[in-house]
């Protein structure tokens, strides 16, 4: 059984950094073809994919957040983060990491995300 558990801080100011990590157990994220999504729901609003990074170390980045965002893994610890640079309350979300296989839509497995409020 894979499971996916995201960690970071939950609180965050204005113009900082987010960092996110997800643990994963069960399987591994360098395991062919699978891709280690981030996802977040902000209040009122639909989920916003936010990208990706494959199994082969690839990133994959949605257009909209791109200039903000990286990707990072560490493999001896099967673990993936996400960095946001530049934060404003409207980053206030439920952040989830979920993969994907073969596509970067369609999810088989969620972490329970976590939410992120920022505020000074």
């Known amino acids: 059984q894979v499971q996916l558990q995201e960690s970071g801080p939950g609180l965050v100011k204005p113009s900082q950094t987010l960092s996110l990590t997800c643990t994963v157990s069960?399987?591994?994220?360098?395991?062919?073809?699978?891709?280690w999504n981030w996802i977040r729901q902000t209040r009122g609003k639909g989920l916003e994919w936010m990208g990706a990074k494959s199994y082969e170390g690839t990133n994959y980045y949605s257009p909209s957040l791109k200039s903000r965002t990286s990707f990072s893994r560490d493999t001896s610890k099967n673990q993936f983060s996400l960095q946001l640079t530049s934060v404003t309350p409207e980053g206030t979300a439920v952040y989830y990491c979920a993969r994907g296989y073969r596509s970067l839509r369609g999810y088989d497995y969620w972490g329970q995300g976590t939410q992120v409020t920022v505020s000074s």
């Open positions: 069960g399987g591994s994220i360098t395991t062919s073809y699978y891709y």
